[in-house]
């Protein structure tokens, strides 16, 4: 056989004999003439078998073949302006190594509930490949922009003692004997390291038993985390729109194939550059009730209100200075106003809600006390914790991004289920 290619590289191999190894996506049979449509992860390739040029095995192997089979085809590369990608396969061997049986998953509609139970099948539709495709390049846009700007990469633990963003949502687990609950962020970890590495982020799966079933909410989703020490939070928000906004460039950069299979409108997303808009939570209220929406001050944003909100903008919106009494027990308050903290949350445009959250975190000691105290936390769970405030002390700041928020604005979907390869969702943990 020929020499092994793939089909994303196709192009440079013109005229030349290759083998592909992949699977069946779709078949065209027209007598003497049949056309494969081959994908192998990298991309998808017609394949012609015409039968006067093939062996008579091969021939009736191209005949047979059903979709998705696993099959490694042989042939000459040539320029094809009217194939998918410019290219395709004029055929010499087919082998097929695993005849598939009749394919669930077929061209017409399937329901979500049916495309869900299958989602192990489901992966290969050229759609959820180019999602997938597209969270690759976000979390790797997220590493790269965090190692090239001097943090750290700390990994926090997962199985821990203590909450992190309210009891309400906790998974709880037998420790031997003790409760341990899986985390909810990595922050109260990444805060310790920052007194050993100075900026740092954590990166990894975070647990929410969220009841109620939303398009915005998983039960586990990936979030990274910067956090930096000597940092207030105009130092938090610079760095979200910078973060975000390199994310977002390097998606179209080299993710264009994909965004257009998806058909995606990348004109906002070409806008998305810092700075971007600042809101307090106090002018977030007035413009929630200017638009007629009934809000009463002091609670949390709910999704209409956060999308009633980015309407107003083409960017991300930083919304900063939320009241304390909506936010986690960490928060600075805000010097000038007891009652509020420096918090902020961005809201993607277009209604895809917050995808950071975070800001400057409290740093003296008596304070941090008090407020586990008001939040009726458990004081023992959080002694490192606030330890951390005895032996050198300073402003600091971060926030979490939400990967699946992050990538379902990007691709504009409906659902954050499409997001994740196997979302874990309120009674949903099959397959
Ligand atoms: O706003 P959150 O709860 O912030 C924290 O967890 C902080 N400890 C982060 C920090 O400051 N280091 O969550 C951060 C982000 C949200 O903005 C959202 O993008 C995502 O995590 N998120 C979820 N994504 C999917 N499903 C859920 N149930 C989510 N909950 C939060
Ligand atoms: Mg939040």
Not at 286 to 307: N, V
Request: hydrophobic share 40%; with cysteine; glycine share 8%.
């Amino acid at each position: 056989m020929a020499q092994r290619a793939y089909i994303e590289s196709v192009a440079q191999q013109q005229g030349e004999q290759v083998t592909i190894k992949g699977w069946l996506h779709n078949k065209t049979d027209k007598g003497k003439l049949h056309f494969l449509l081959v994908r192998d992860g990298t991309g998808t390739i017609q394949a012609v078998v015409f039968e006067d040029d093939v062996s008579p095995e091969t021939f009736q192997a191209a005949q047979k073949v059903t979709q998705e089979s696993s099959v490694i085809i042989s042939g000459t590369v040539r320029a094809e302006q009217r194939a998918p990608g410019g290219f395709e396969l004029t055929l010499g061997e087919l082998e097929i190594v695993q005849l598939a049986e009749p394919y669930p998953i077929t061209p017409k509609e399937h329901g979500v509930g049916f495309l869900m139970d299958h989602r192990h099948l489901w992966l290969r539709s050229p759609r959820q490949h180019a999602i997938l495709r597209v969270r690759a390049e976000v979390i790797k846009a997220c590493r790269d922009y965090f190692d090239d700007n001097g943090f750290v990469l700390v990994d926090t633990p997962i199985l821990t003692p203590a909450a992190c963003e309210g009891t309400s949502t906790l998974f709880e687990t037998d420790y031997f004997g003790e409760s341990a609950y899986l985390a909810q962020s990595g922050q109260l970890y990444s805060e310790a390291s920052i007194a050993s590495l100075g900026k740092v982020y954590c990166f990894g799966p975070t647990f929410r038993a969220e009841k109620s079933k939303t398009r915005r909410h998983l039960l586990e989703f990936w979030m990274v985390e910067p956090e930096m020490a000597y940092a207030d939070l105009e130092d938090c928000m610079c760095l979200a729109e910078e973060f975000v906004s390199y994310i977002v460039r390097t998606v179209l950069e080299n993710r264009k194939a994909q965004l257009k299979l998806l058909e995606r409108d990348t004109a906002l997303l070409e806008r998305v550059e810092p700075p971007f808009p600042r809101i307090t939570y106090d002018e977030a209220v007035d413009t929630l009730r200017s638009k007629g929406l009934d809000f009463q001050w002091g609670d949390d944003f709910g999704a209409p209100d956060e999308t009633a909100l980015a309407e107003a903008f083409e960017k991300p919106l930083l919304v900063h200075r939320y009241p304390s009494q909506v936010k986690a027990f960490y928060m600075e308050p805000d010097p000038e106003r007891a009652d509020l903290s420096l918090s902020v949350d961005c809201l993607a445009p277009e209604g895809y809600g917050e995808i950071i959250g975070g800001g400057q975190r409290i740093a003296d000691y008596d304070l941090l006390l008090q407020r586990i105290d008001q939040y009726n936390l458990p004081g023992e769970a959080f002694q490192w914790y606030v330890d951390l405030r005895r032996y050198g002390s300073t402003p600091h700041s971060g926030f979490g991004l939400g990967i699946e928020r992050t990538v379902a604005w990007i691709c504009g979907l409906e659902h954050i289920r499409e997001t994740i390869p196997f979302p874990r969702m309120l009674h949903r943990l099959y397959p």
